[in-house]
C-alpha cells in the first residue's frame, strides 16, 4: 500500500483507471463485474488505502425506508416503551421500522443481524444483549451498517451510544433512601442478562461508601429474563433467611421489585413509609406498570422522550449525511426520582 489516502470513489476509480460506475458495481457485489476487472480493483485496493463509505454508496443507490429496530426482550415493559416511542418517530419521517426482538439468546440476535444485512435498512436502532451478546459479530454489523446503540453500552462498540445515566440512578436513590431512613441493600441477580445491572451495583458501592454506609448486597439466583418470577423467588427465601440488613430494599430494576412486593404481601409484610409499615421498597426504571403495583412504586426514571428522541435524530443524521463520526460518542441523560408510597 502506498499510503496515499484516497477520499472519494471518484478518485479511487481515477488512479485505478476504470469508470466511477463499475468501481461502484464492484462494491454492491464483486461478481457482477468481468473477472479480469474484478482483478485490476483488487490490484488497486492493494495499493491505495481506500474503504468505500458504505452509507455514500446506500445514498447513491434508492435507498430502503426501512429502519431496524433490535431490543433484548420485547415482553420487557421498558422496551415496549422504547420501541413504541422509536416507532412512532420513524413513521412520523417516512420511514418504515421493523421490529425484532432477541428473545436474550445471542445465537438469535446474531440471525437478526444477519437478516437485517439482507434487507439493506437505511440504518438500524440496537439495543444489544450485552453481555450475552457477541462483540465481534456486532462490532461488524455496527461497521457495515448505520447503527445507534442504546440502553445496552458495550464498551467500544459502535460509533453512538444513547442511554440512561446509570450511575445517576443509583446516586439518587441511595441518597433519597440514607436521608429518610435506615440505609438500603440492593437486591440483584446473581448472574444479571443486563449488563446495566453490573453498573448500578458498582455506583451502589460507590455512593454507600461516600456516604459511609455498608454496602450491602443480597444477590439471588436465576437466569434470563423472567424478572418478576426471578425477584419472587429470591425475595422469598430472603426473607425467610433474615437476608436483609436494613428493612430497605433497593432493588436494581423495577421487574425485580414487582417480585418482591409479592413476595413481601405473602411473608404479611406491610410495604410502604413510616413506621406503621414493615418495609421500604424501590428500584430503578421507572416501567409503566410501576405506578400501578402494590402499593405502587418508588422509583428512578428513564427520560424515555429523550433516549428516544436522540437516537433517531442521531440515526437520521447518519442516514442523510452518510457519514458516521469518526470518535466514539455518547449521548447519557440524566434520571429523575419518582416518589410514590413503596418507599
Known sequence: MTGKKIRNMEEFAAVSGISRPTVSKYFQDPDSVRSTTRRRIETALE???????????????????????????????????????????????????????????????????ESLRVLKPAGVLLAPLGRVSDRAAVERFCADVPTVMFDSNIEGVGKVFVGS??????????????????????????????????????????????????????????????????????GIKAIREKAFATNTILCSNDRLAVGLLTACFEEGLSVGFGAEHAMRVMSHDDHPVSRFTCPPLTTVAHDYDGVSNKAVEVLFHMIEDGVIPEERKEFLYPTKLILRKSA
Not at 200 to 212: D, P, T, V
Open 165 to 234: 445515566d446509570n450511575s445517576d440512578f443509583v446516586t439518587q436513590s441511595v441518597e433519597y433512601l440514607t436521608r429518610t431512613g435506615s440505609p438500603p441493600v440492593l437486591f440483584e441477580m446473581r448472574n444479571p442478562a443486563n449488563p446495566n445491572a453490573n453498573k448500578r451495583r458498582l455506583a451502589f458501592i460507590a455512593n454507600m461508601k461516600r456516604l459511609g454506609k455498608d454496602p450491602h448486597i443480597v444477590k439471588i439466583d436465576g437466569e434470563g429474563w423472567d424478572f418478576e418470577r426471578i425477584g419472587y423467588e429470591g
Open 47 to 113: 495499493h491505495y488505502d481506500f474503504r468505500p463509505n458504505i452509507f455514500a454508496m446506500n445514498q447513491n443507490r434508492k435507498l430502503t425506508k426501512i429502519v431496524g429496530v433490535v431490543v433484548p426482550y420485547l415482553a420487557d415493559p421498558f422496551f415496549a416503551e422504547i420501541a413504541r416511542q422509536i416507532e412512532r418517530r420513524c413513521i412520523d419521517a417516512g420511514f418504515w421500522p421493523i421490529l425484532f426482538s432477541a428473545h436474550g439468546e445471542q445465537k438469535l440476535e446474531n440471525a437478526i443481524l
